[in-house]
């Protein structure tokens, strides 16, 4: 199967930066589009950007301008640098990749999740 697994959260003062790293590990064939969604307290989860396999993005209103997603389809990881961060970016940050991949001989394509990463920006 497929594991999703978040790296770089963290606490950061407003105006900050921090990068979220997010790597695919098993029997990967291919990922279509990578995406980096959040879930503040008390608030459904929100789409924060994705990517596909070309490299097209796309970015939530919010966030345009100060975050940016990134990709290597070589090593199946999916990346977020988010500058300028404000106190209303704080969240719980989570990846999302659509993975084809193998168990056993056959080839399966399911939707998968990381286990999210705090983000947490002081004013």
């Known amino acids: 199967q497929v594991q999703l697994v978040e790296s770089g959260g963290g606490l950061v003062q407003a105006g900050g930066s921090l990068r979220l790293s997010c790597a695919a590990s098993?029997?990967?064939?291919?990922?279509?589009?990578m995406g980096w969604y959040r879930q503040a307290p008390g608030a459904q989860r929100e789409l924060v950007a994705t990517?596909?396999?070309?490299?097209?993005?796309n970015y939530a209103d919010s966030v345009k301008g100060r975050f940016t997603i990134s990709r290597d389809n070589a090593k199946n990881t999916v990346s977020l640098q988010m500058n300028s961060l404000k106190p209303e970016d704080t969240a719980v940050y989570y990846c999302n990749a659509p993975c084809t991949y193998y168990r056993g001989i056959f080839v399966y394509t399911s939707d998968y999740w990381g286990q999210g990463t705090q983000v947490t920006v002081s004013s």
């Open positions: 990517i596909t396999s070309d490299g097209s993005t």
């Open positions: 098993g029997r990967v064939i291919s990922i279509a589009a």
